[in-house]
């Protein structure tokens, strides 16, 4: 049996690195304000927002740099106890009617309503919805003209500006966080098991019992990719071949065949975890920021019901942001897939919100008929009041599943599951 360990946003998260959607636009707004100091118009726009200085009927015609000169809320004056950030000045800039204009585009002004409880997921669906509503409001509208052309433009320099603020984030290095180490490499536990599981759990244990009473080498050559101390689990080893009807099954035995890191980021924190005989199987499934143009942004749920529909319109404009289609332009997506064919295979979800943006490849893997076990680590919201978000996202892992029974027997239950980490 092998493990796949899928790999979201909640694991940058839980090692301290700023890579929420809130942390992405805070970042921007600090963008636009440095960028007033440099702006010789009374017009400050990109494909996002626009601001315009209002009243600016004089010879000498206020710019936003003027503005910023003038006005030290624009920067930060240290010797003066003074910290502005940019979401603080935009804010000023939005609620001043009389003296400023505001425009967001239709992409960012939805997704900037709730931001703090915005995810990425929520992000791609918000373009996911818009895209619905554009390409279904008139059958005879065009896809390639505005508002579909716009839309598509936006998300792709959302994901351009993307690119730029988690290249400043990687610059920080976080460290490696043990229990999760010890979770990834972690031996199978028969009770984490679907039905179907519990034979294949066997079947595994089986195969390493007769190896191991046969030789050596194959044993000895998992203890060494998994990094365990080798003197003590050769140690457990011999002593139950000596009576393996009485002694204690080694641990080595339930370790995974074969690893493989299936990474929805585009950063590399998973690399601390990543032992020097998996370094080929992290699968970037996403791209990474060091190749940008491996970078895939956009929707993936060919379940939904408007999907054959949209298809339907014939043109390339409603599906440029399809991630099932850009899969194509990568190996990573059949390197995937040809390990989850390989054999029967665990599921541990790290730091995923499994929400429908991914729905796509998430039912591909989950209603896999070599899947045996779906353990989701969730995330403590309130320690003292004992609340976390278990049941939250084994109701985003059910909406990838066609058959709930087999959800049910698939994902393992809360009793056996632990937070991705401990506050």
Same mark, same amino acid.
């Given at each position: ?256 065949? !074969?690893?493989?890191? *299936? =990474? ?9 975890? &990543? @032992? #020097?005989? %998996? ?78 943006? !991914?729905?796509?490849? *998430? =039912? ?9 076990? &779906? @353990? #989701?680590? %969730? ?45």
């Amino acid at each position: 049996m092998n493990r796949l360990v899928l790999i979201g946003n909640g694991f940058d998260l839980a090692h301290k690195l700023p890579t929420s959607y809130a942390d992405f636009i805070n970042w921007y707004w600090d963008k636009r304000m440095i960028g007033f100091n440099k702006d010789y118009s009374d017009v400050s726009e990109d494909l996002l927002c626009r601001f315009r200085i209002l009243n600016n009927k004089r010879e000498e015609r206020e710019t936003w740099s003027t503005l910023a000169f003038a006005h030290s809320y624009f920067r930060s004056i240290p010797a003066l106890g003074k910290e502005y950030v940019g979401k603080d000045v935009i804010a000023s800039i939005i609620e001043d009617t009389d003296y400023f204009e505001t425009k967001f585009s239709p992409l960012f002004e939805r997704i900037i309503k709730g931001l703090e409880s915005k995810t990425w997921a929520g992000i791609e669906q918000d373009y996911y919805d818009l895209l619905k509503e554009y390409a279904f409001r008139d059958s005879t509208v065009n896809p390639n003209e505005p508002p579909i052309k716009a839309l598509n433009q936006q998300l792709r320099y959302l994901q351009q500006l993307l690119v730029e603020y988690l290249t400043e984030v990687c610059s920080q290095k976080p460290d490696k966080i043990e229990s999760i180490e010890d979770a990834i490499y972690a031996p199978f536990v028969k009770e984490d098991m679907s039905i179907e599981g519990e034979k294949e759990w066997e079947k595994h244990l089986e195969y390493w019992k007769g190896t191991t009473l046969k030789d050596d080498g194959p044993i000895e050559e998992k203890i060494d990719k998994f990094g365990w101390d080798y003197e003590r689990a050769m140690h457990r080893i011999n002593i139950w071949k000596e009576s393996p009807k009485t002694s204690t099954i080694p641990e080595a035995f339930y370790l995974p065949n !074969d690893i493989m890191f *299936l =990474n929805f980021n585009y950063t590399d924190t998973a690399q601390l975890y &990543i @032992k #020097p005989r %998996y370094r080929n199987q992290e699968n970037h499934i996403h791209g990474q920021i060091s190749a940008p143009k491996s970078i895939i942004f956009g929707y993936g749920d060919e379940l939904d019901d408007k999907f054959k529909e949209l298809k339907a319109h014939k043109n390339n404009a409603c599906l440029s942001h399809v991630k099932s289609i850009r899969y194509l332009e990568a190996p990573n997506y059949r390197q995937m897939l040809s390990f989850i064919e390989s054999e029967p295979f665990q599921v541990l979800i790290m730091g995923h919100s499994c929400g429908n943006s !991914d729905r796509t490849l *998430l =039912n591909t893997i989950f209603e896999h008929p070599n899947c045996v076990s &779906i @353990k #989701p680590y %969730y995330y403590v919201t309130d320690k003292e009041k004992g609340t976390d978000n278990y049941i939250e996202l084994v109701q985003h892992i059910s909406r990838n599943f066609n058959d709930m029974k087999l959800m049910r027997d698939r994902v393992v239950n809360k009793t056996q599951c632990e937070p991705l980490v401990e506050e």
